[in-house]
Structures are given as structure tokens and as C-alpha cells.
């Protein structure tokens, strides 16, 4: 004989109905731990925060560094590395250094505990000595230029032991000439004669201070290649006219060498 039982709808609707809170109140207790488990892991987070920072100099490393001196590497980087070491971008800090100083190249390793950041650097070597000149607009006080144009005031630098002593003078260079700079200095590097001094005080005309005498080139740098192969022309100049009856040469016109002569002359 076999038994049947029949359960009333509203007796299933209402098992449904608990199974379905039980579910809920399982969930929300889940949601509930997750919850505290999650600020209760952030709080403790927060609290080693300030353990990961930086608050000592000797936490910061510098490593090959021949030309500037680590105090002004660490002033570049105050920003950079103003937050806890396990958060610092060392993409910002390679970046930041790149671009504000005369530095090709940035490792950065972190290390957490104790808080350590080493930054080694690989610097571009000064080739040229900035000198500040009153007749000029916004100057760049006294420093050294890389072959990119990057400036950096001389007492950013070690000492004056550590820089090379024999590199050209430029006059009258300001932030803006950068990308000229990166320009003309190859050229001029690659010239035959002895530049010693570059006068860029009037941007209309750029003059380079030579074994032949002042060489005047104008403003347009697009036409220095040109003339800078006129001016190779001219190596045996002082053979034909002694240089102290030359007042100067003027290359402003590329197809053209005009060579101005004292009165005496």
C-alpha cells in the first residue's frame, strides 16, 4: 500500500520563501566579514604606511653620479618621492629626472623593509659654460649645458674639479634655445676650428668666437651647415690678412663671405 502526501501551495510557498532568507542572511553575513576584513586590512595597511617612507637622507641612494651632486638630485626629486616607497611611480622619478637634468639614462630599485629607494643614474656630460650677460633677456645665470641643451646652475654641481675645464662659452643662452642648442652643437663639434666662446645674446645673430676672429651667422640656424662649410674655406685666412686687421667675418648670407677690416686694415 503505498502513501501519498500532498502538500498544500501555501505550505511549499512558504518553504521557498525561508530557504530563500536563509540564502540572504548567509550572504549578507559573507558581505559582512568581507567588509570588515577589508578595513580592518586597510587600517593596518595605513598604519605601516609611514614605516615604507622615506624620512631619512641615507634612505635615498644615489649612485653614478660623476658631475652633479646628490643633494641636487634629491631636490628634483622632492616631489617625486614625497609618498611611501611601496607607492612611488619609479616611472615618475626616471621621467622627472630626464627631462628637469642633464641624465640619459635611470634605474630605480625599491626596497620595502627597511624603506630603501637607490636611484642609479647615467649623467651627459657638460660641454658648454653658460655666462650670464646683463644686455640679455631672461639669461640663464652661470652653468653648464649637455649636447641636448639641458641646463643645470653651476652649484648644482659637485665642484669645479669634477668639471671639464676646456668647453665652449656660450653668452646670453636662454631655456628657450634648448632645441637649438641641440642643433648647433653638433655642427659646431664637428667643425675643424677652434670654437671658444658662442655669443647668443642677440637671437637675430648668432656669433662664434674663433682662431680666425668673430664669425657673424645671423639668426637663421637652418643655414649654418652651409656655413659652416664656408667657413672651413677660410682655414688659411690669417696667412693673407693678420687676424688684428679683421673686425669680423659675416656669414649671414650662406652664398656669400664678406670679411670686415679694421680702419687701420
Known amino acids: 500500500m503505498t502513501s501519498t502526501y ?8 512558504r518553504r521557498v520563501a525561508l530557504k530563500r532568507q536563509r540564502q540572504l542572511k548567509m550572504l549578507q553575513s559573507v558581505w559582512r566579514t568581507l567588509i570588515v576584513t577589508t578595513i580592518t586590512g586597510g587600517l593596518a595597511w595605513a598604519s605601516f604606511l609611514p614605516q615604507w617612507g622615506l624620512r631619512q637622507p641615507e634612505e635615498m641612494v644615489i649612485q ?4 652633479l651632486s646628490s643633494e641636487a638630485i634629491y631636490d628634483l626629486l622632492a616631489e617625486a618621492t614625497s609618498e611611501p616607497v611601496i607607492t612611488l611611480s619609479p616611472d615618475k622619478i626616471k621621467g622627472t629626472l630626464e627631462k628637469q637634468a642633464p641624465i640619459k639614462e635611470v634605474t630605480v630599485t625599491r626596497e620595502l623593509y627597511p624603506s630603501r629607494l637607490t636611484i642609479a643614474v ?10 650670464s650677460s646683463p644686455t640679455t633677456v631672461a639669461p640663464l645665470e652661470e652653468g653648464y649645458i649637455d649636447a641636448n641643451g639641458r641646463w643645470m646652475s653651476q652649484e648644482k654641481y659637485q665642484s669645479s674639479e669634477a668639471l671639464p675645464a676646456d ?6 643662452y636662454r631655456a628657450h634655445y634648448r632645441l637649438q642648442w641641440a642643433k648647433v652643437y653638433p655642427k659646431i663639434e664637428a667643425m675643424s676650428l677652434d670654437v671658444k666662446t658662442i655669443n647668443w645674446q642677440n637671437p637675430a645673430n648668432l656669433i662664434l668666437e674663433t682662431e680666425l676672429g668673430s664669425i657673424h651667422l645671423g639668426g637663421n640656424i637652418e643655414h649654418l651647415s652651409q656655413q659652416l662649410e664656408m667657413l672651413a674655406q677660410l682655414r688659411n685666412l690669417p696667412q693673407e690678412v693678420p687676424p688684428n686687421q679683421i673686425r669680423h667675418i659675416n656669414l649671414k648670407n650662406p652664398n656669400l663671405i664678406l670679411v670686415e677690416l679694421t680702419q687701420e686694415g
Open 64 to 67: 653614478g653620479n660623476e658631475y
Open 167 to 172: 668647453v665652449i662659452k656660450v653668452i646670453g
Open 6 to 13: 500532498y502538500a498544500h501551495p501555501d505550505i511549499r510557498q
Open 122 to 131: 647615467k649623467e651627459s656630460p657638460p660641454v658648454a659654460k653658460t655666462i
